[in-house]
């Protein structure tokens, strides 16, 4: 392909070598033709990405131009397919399949020019929510089966609140971003079915173990997303999951500045949706104080200060994140 040769032509020598290599391993693979569109900006991506050749090298049908085309992950799709699963190693493979094949098509238009820094951090953050959504209705579901359905007062089933926090709260998730999550449910109570018996907390702690494990576990196919939970209450020490009082006295009695602005940006991205949007308004006095005093300015200087000593003692002045305009 002319394209092809033009945008191999302009790419430094050892890139040049190792993408024409791989063109024809992928030649080999796939009878199917490129578009011009496609075909000249593959040297590009697949010198700028490793996971983009690699991933086309391993599905060549992958490779095409309705793939590429901008489109809005479909969460039902992803719903249908995880419910066919048979078990949780089929959940897994499904799910990752899935990421991969966006992931390729998000990679590819930014690198390709085709889309905005604003459309690659969306649909990074769009399909990260499509994953822990669809997973968690599956785990949820198998779950209830094998314990039984967790209620609330009035009888209704009570499910789990995934709030995003970081980057993914904020819809500005990028390629190497690990998802920061915090479980929440709606109230205490007790599970029972014949011959077993468990506490809300026990349940809602072992579905997020589950839940943890089909996101972050690295398996043939990689993960999906890896997934930090130590900005929950009480850090890496606190319960995995907590009732919604339980979170509120934390905040009120426990919270500390950095935490305040860290729950800015936090919103519900999975599970119980409405009862995440009731969950952020009980937090809305810690978050959103009434009243603005020089504490709080004094307490930022001292956050700045006390990351600034960090930095300079661990030689982290060029860390983009935590060095000067990160």
Known sequence: MNSIAAGLAVLPEPLRERVAEHWADWQQKSAGRLSEAVARSLPAVWAGSDFALKTCLRQPHWLSDALLEKQRVDHQALFTRLAAASDEAELQRQLRHYRNQHMLRIIWRDLAGWASLAETLNDLSSLA??????????????????????????????????????????????????????????????????????SHAQFFIRLGQRLIKALDRLTAEGFVFRVDMRLRPFGESGALAASFPAIENYYLIHGREWERYAMIKARPVAGERPAGTRLMAMLQPFVYRRYLDFGAYESLREMKTMLMREVRRKGLAQNIKLGAGG
């Open 129 to 198: 929510e499509a994953c822990i959504d669809a997973a968690l209705a599956q785990l949820y579901d198998w779950q209830c089966e094998e314990l039984g359905t967790p209620r609330d007062t009035q009888g209704e089933p009570l499910g789990l609140v995934v709030l995003g926090m970081g980057k993914l709260g904020a819809r500005e998730l990028n390629l190497s971003s690990d998802i920061d999550l915090i479980f929440a449910y709606r109230e205490e109570g007790v599970v029972e079915k014949p011959g077993n018996t468990l």
